[in-house]
């Protein structure tokens, strides 16, 4: 077995010292993927109201701030708040706690637009605010859904738990392809 090499004794000979931090990482992911418990999932976090929920990273494009200017359209439902231009392209932005029937969402400065990746239907969902990446192993996911003070148990998809922490995965494809979110008119 090779001695373990000291990264500082490696200063001058950075070839080297980059063979060793390389071997040194593989070493780490090896040691990782054997200790895991199935496969990671990664997805983004964000809240509505005070409750928090998770979305597949898959299903989730880009998340954006709100825009500055959205235009709104004449006859649509009040959850829809109009159109906003994102680098050229049309985007309708959409309320997703005034959909879900909980209130209207406050614009802040920590108001987010998760856009949809959707092939056909784009969609950018107004949620109070984005904590970033969470991942998770699939050990940790539970299929039953859990009960939500906002009341959007169709759209879940199970929940992930991690010690007295629950996370509720919020499905984006089941959102935008419900028939009720298709009807965008008033």
Not at 40 to 52: D, I, L, N, S
Not at 64 to 92: C, E, F, M
Not at 98 to 119: C, D, F, K, P, W
Request: net charge positive; glycine share 8%.
């Amino acid at each position: 077995m090779d001695q373990p090499v000291a990264l500082k004794s490696l200063k001058d000979r950075p070839f080297e010292l980059l063979v060793e931090m390389e071997r040194r990482s593989r070493a780490a992911v090896a040691g990782n993927r054997a200790g895991a418990q199935g496969r990671e999932w990664v997805g983004v976090a964000f809240r509505m109201a005070a409750e928090t929920f998770l979305v597949a990273r898959e299903e989730t494009r880009e998340v954006l701030g709100l825009p500055a200017s959205v235009t709104r359209v004449p006859g649509a439902r009040a959850w829809i708040k109009g159109l906003a231009n994102v680098r050229g392209q049309l985007l309708p932005i959409l309320d997703l706690r005034q959909y879900l029937g909980s209130g209207v969402t406050q614009q802040g400065r920590n108001t987010r637009v998760i856009v949809v990746n959707h092939r056909e239907i784009p969609a950018g969902l107004m949620v109070d605010e984005v904590f970033g990446f969470r991942r998770f192993t699939e050990a940790e996911f539970h299929a039953e859904v859990p009960a939500t003070v906002i009341r959007c148990e169709r759209y879940l998809a199970g929940t992930f738990r991690r010690g007295t922490e629950h996370w509720p995965v919020f499905s984006l494809r089941n959102l935008v392809e419900s028939p009720s979110f298709l009807q965008a008119a008033a």
